[in-house]
């Protein structure tokens, strides 16, 4: 990943703790080219259905590395709750967001959690949609729970009673979400809410998908990918 001073690029970390309790991970940084560990952060408590995120810059900080350790780091987290992992590349010169997530056992098969759902705070330039597919042979149920990503409190729940046809696909976008959220529960995003994740609840005979346009670039990322995160 790129360390903090690399021009114009910025790694995002995300932990997403689907555990019932708040819960810590460990995070060790190494020389990408040499192996050599440069430092070790833990993260701050993360709350259930909570997924925090940090800039690469914030690691080196709290590690103590002054100036970055060449360009790219690897890191091993060491997580005490399970959920997932994500790896955010942000380019500010060519305005695009895209998800570069990589894991040591292959990406997680995760169908049903979406990590950092983009409010309409975020819509203008960088929308998030979010689909449902039903790949199942009868009418299914979706039921979703909303959740806030900083604190990991429960918004709301969306309901589909047994609406998704086969092969259908349904879902919305930042603002169409925040429409939702308004109209059932009263809700509006704060100046500083950023980020939902969203979690099926029960069976779904299908999957989710998570996608972010970058509107200054005119390029779509599919931003589904995660790692799996299992209790050390």
């Known amino acids: ?136 042979s009868e009418p299914s149920d979706l039921v979703m729970n909303v959740y806030d990503a900083v604190t990991g409190e429960e918004i709301g729940s969306l309901q589909y009673i047994g609406q998704v046809q086969p092969d259908e696909a349904v879902g919305f976008r930042s603002e169409g979400l925040d429409s939702i959220l308004f109209d059932l529960y009263g809700h509006e995003p704060t100046s500083q809410q950023y980020h939902y994740n969203i979690e099926i609840i029960g069976e779904f005979s299908g999957y989710a998908q998570h996608y972010v346009e970058n509107v200054g670039s005119g390029v779509t990322t599919n931003m589904s990918t995660t790692c799996d995160l299992v209790a050390e």
């Open 1 to 136: 990943m790129s360390a903090g001073a690399t021009l114009g690029e910025r790694s995002y970390l995300r932990f997403f703790n689907r555990s019932a309790e708040s819960a810590i991970a460990t995070v060790r940084i190494y020389n990408f080219f040499d192996g050599t560990e440069v430092g070790a952060v833990v993260t701050a408590e993360i709350p259930s259905h909570a997924s925090y995120q940090y800039e690469i810059t914030e690691f080196e900080s709290a590690a103590g590395i002054e100036g970055a350790a060449g360009d790219y780091y690897a890191l091993s987290v060491e997580p005490d709750f399970d959920g997932f992992f994500q790896h955010v590349y942000w380019n500010d010169i060519g305005q695009s967001l895209t998800n570069i997530t990589g894991c040591a056992t292959g990406a997680s098969n995760n169908n049903s959690v979406i990590l950092n759902f983009h409010t309409s705070n975020l819509s203008e330039g960088y929308p998030s949609t979010a689909l449902f597919h039903n790949v199942g």
